[in-house]
C-alpha cells in the first residue's frame, strides 16, 4: 500500500484535526531535543523568514525601522545611556545606521556564524560577541535592547532571560511589547506570537518611554518598544523566585 494511501486511511479513520495535533506534538517534541543555538542557527542559515534584505527577518528591514531608527537617538539621550547591550543583535542589517553618537556597543547573538558576519562592522566603540542572553554571564551596559526577540520564546525562557537581564546589573531595558494584544505562551522555542508585556503573566508598569514602530501589518499595528527600569520589572514564576 501506497504512503499517500495509508496517510489517506489514516486520516479519513481519525480525523484531519487529530492528526494535525498528532504531527504538532511530534514536531514539539523534536524541536524541544535541539539547543536554542542550532534552532536558530538553522533559522539564519536557510533564511527561513525568506526576508530579501535581512536574515533576521522583516522586522529587520530598513522600512520595518524607520520609526525605532528615528526615535533611538533622542531617547539614548534623554535616559543619560552611556552604554548598550544588543540582545540579540541578529545581523545588525538595522542598527548599523543608527547614530549612537559615541556610545559603546557591544552586540550578542547565539549563532557564532552571525558574530563572524558581524566583525566586518566592530569598531573600537563597537563589538560583537556570541553568548546566550538566557544562560551566559551578560556583559554590562546601562541599556538592554531586546527587540523581537521574547516574542519567539516561551513564557519560562522569557522569565529567565528577565532574570540573567536583571543580574547584568543594567539599568534599563528597551524591548518589543504589542499594547492591547492577549498573551499565550508557546510551547518551543521560534513560535512567535505578540506579547502585551503589561499584561498577564508578565505584568509589566506603564512604560517610561513607548515607541511605536508604526507597523502597518494588521493587527500588528500597536507594535511598539517600551523602556523600563529593570528594578522595576516584577520577578516571574518559580525560576525567578
Not at 524541536?31 to 536554542?36: D, I, K, W
Request: glycine content about 4%.
Amino acid at each position: 500500500m501506497r504512503a499517500r494511501t495509508v496517510v489517506a486511511l489514516t486520516a479519513e479513520r481519525l480525523g484531519l484535526s487529530v492528526l494535525v495535533r498528532m504531527h504538532r506534538r511530534l514536531h514539539a517534541w523534536r524541536m524541544s531535543l535541539r539547543t536554542n543555538t542550532s534552532i536558530f542557527e538553522d533559522i539564519y542559515r536557510t533564511n527561513a523568514w525568506l526576508d530579501p534584505q535581512s536574515r533576521s527577518g522583516t522586522g529587520s528591514s530598513h522600512d520595518a525601522t524607520t520609526a525605532v531608527r528615528a526615535a533611538l537617538s533622542p531617547l539614548l539621550t534623554d535616559f543619560g545611556i552611556r552604554s548598550i547591550l544588543d540582545a540579540p543583535c541578529g545581523d545588525f542589517n538595522w542598527m548599523r545606521e543608527v547614530d549612537l553618537r559615541g556610545i559603546p556597543y557591544t552586540g550578542i547573538d547565539v549563532v557564532p556564524a552571525i558574530i563572524a558576519a558581524n566583525s566586518r562592522y566592530a569598531a573600537p566603540d563597537r563589538t560583537f560577541k556570541t553568548l546566550d542572553l538566557i544562560n551566559d554571564t551578560l556583559p554590562a551596559a546601562d541599556l538592554i535592547l531586546c527587540r523581537d526577540t521574547l516574542v519567539h520564546f516561551p513564557y519560562r525562557d522569557i522569565f529567565l532571560a528577565l532574570k540573567n537581564f536583571k543580574a547584568s546589573g543594567a539599568c534599563f531595558l528597551l524591548t518589543t511589547t504589542y499594547p492591547g494584544h492577549s498573551n499565550r505562551d508557546v510551547p518551543i522555542m521560534s513560535y512567535w506570537r505578540p506579547l502585551d508585556l503589561q499584561a498577564a503573566p508578565f505584568c509589566f508598569s506603564a512604560p517610561l518611554r513607548l515607541v511605536s514602530e508604526q507597523c502597518k501589518e494588521t493587527p500588528y499595528e500597536t507594535k511598539s518598544l517600551g523602556l523600563w527600569r529593570l528594578a522595576d520589572v516584577p520577578p516571574h514564576g518559580p525560576t525567578l523566585r
